[in-house]
Structure formats: C-alpha cells, structure tokens
Antibody, heavy 122, light 107 residues
Framework: QVQLQQSGPGLVKPSQTLSLTCVIS??????????WNWIRQSPSRGLEWLGR?????????DYAVSVRSRITINPDTSKNQFSLQLNSVTPEDTAVYYC????????????WGQGTLVTVSS | DIQMTQSPSSLSASVGDRVTITCRAS??????LAWYQQKPGKVPKLLIY???TLQSGVPSRFSGSGSGTDFTLTISSLQPEDVATYYC?????????FGQGTKVEIK
C-alpha cells in the first residue's frame, strides 16, 4: 500500500520560497514506472497540477506553464521523498498543496498525500 | 492546453435519484479521463479511470461513460454519503487538467 506523507510550513511570507516535502512509503521515488506530482487547490483556481518528477533511466521534470519560472521539484533518493519549491510567492499562491502518484505513461492520480494548507501572508 | 468544462456546477437531488454530471474536453482525449470525489476537508478520491473503469472498492452505483470530448459520471441511486464535489481530470498528456467541479447535495 502506497502512502504519501507531506510536511512543511503552513505560513510563508510574500516574496519568499514555499518548500514542502512528500515522504513515500510502499514505493520508490526511483521507480521506473511511477511519477511524483504536486497539485494545489484553491477556491479561485480549483485543482491545479503544478509539476512532476520521474525516473526513466535518468531524471525528468514536467512543470505547468503557470509556475514554470518559479518551481523546482526534486527527488531525494536517500530519503525516498521528493520536494516542492515555489519561489517568489504571493497571496495568490495560498492553497492546499497535495503530492500525488501516477503510474505508467497515461494514468490518473491514485494515491495522494494528506494535503498541506499553505497561507502566503506577512 | 486542453480545458475541461463540467456541468452543472452544482445540483440538488433526492435520495434515490439518478444523478448525471457532464465533462467536456476542448480537444479529444480518447478515454484518458478520470473522475474524483472530494468530501469537505478531505483528499480527492479516485472513483473512475479510463472513462468507465470503476476503481476498486467504489460502489457499483457509480458509472462513467464517454470518449473523445464528451464524458458523463452517473450515480444511479443517490445516497446521503455521496454528498461531495466531483471533478473530472484528463491525463492523456501534460499538463494534467481538472474540471471546475460539481457540488452534489441532498434535497
């Protein structure tokens, strides 16, 4: 059974960097079939996919155009986890952030983290 | 990017009613469509994938259909525990996008 456990601060100041971590159990961040995603949800933007990292003989990343200039998703194989960094945040980045797994080339998100409410405020 | 449009945005129905939610893609996505259920304060739960395949453990009163651009989620007999917001999501290729959601309430 795959489990995703998120951690990170719930309050970030404007212009600073939002950082979250997702620890994986029951699978490997280096899996050749899984992809590790970050998704956020807010009343104004709904559910918004932000990006993913995955390993297929080497590491790849895909990012949403809306955040491409500000986002980094990194795997950490030593801790079997992956992280989200979102730079230069504004109040519009206030949302519940989720990590999630998909498997294979074309699959939905079967496993999700518990969600982290991140508020951007001074 | 492909846009996903759901209708209606909300509905109210009686227990036992048949409920249908529609999702339309701005371009064809074959059958690469999933439906999620999200109860208040909870994580989205995968209900249906490949447009019509029921995820393990999901009650059989839920069903999905469609291909290409037009899809439906049907609850054959609405139950009180089905009160939630339902989202469609396309996953044929990045970026993965969701519909705006349909809130289902009991009348």
């Amino acid at each position: 059974q795959v489990q995703l456990q998120q951690s990170g601060p719930g309050l970030v100041k404007p212009s600073q960097t939002l950082s979250l971590t997702c620890v994986i159990s029951g699978d490997s961040v280096s899996s050749n079939s899984a992809a590790w995603n970050w998704i956020r949800q807010s009343p104004s933007r709904g559910l918004e996919w932000l990006g993913r990292t995955y390993y297929r003989s080497k590491w790849y990343n895909d990012y949403a155009v809306s955040v491409r200039s500000r986002i980094t998703i990194n795997p950490d194989t030593s801790k079997n986890q992956f992280s989200l960094q979102l730079n230069s945040v504004t109040p519009e980045d206030t949302a519940v952030y989720y990590c999630a797994r998909d498997v294979g080339t074309v699959t939905p998100f079967e496993y999700w983290g518990q969600g982290t409410l991140v508020t951007v405020s001074s | 990017d492909i846009q996903m449009t759901q209708s209606p945005s909300s509905l109210s129905a009686s227990v036992g009613d048949r409920v249908t939610i529609t999702c339309r893609a701005s371009q064809g996505i074959s059958n690469n469509l999933a439906w999620y259920q999200q109860k208040p304060g909870k994580v989205p739960k995968l209900l249906i994938y490949a447009a019509s395949t029921l995820q393990s453990g999901v009650p059989s009163r839920f069903s999905g259909s469609g291909s290409g651009t037009d899809f439906t989620l049907t609850i054959s007999s609405l139950q009180p525990e089905d009160v939630a917001t339902y989202y469609c999501q396309k996953y044929n290729r990045a970026p993965w996008t969701f519909g705006q959601g349909t809130k289902v309430e009991i009348k």
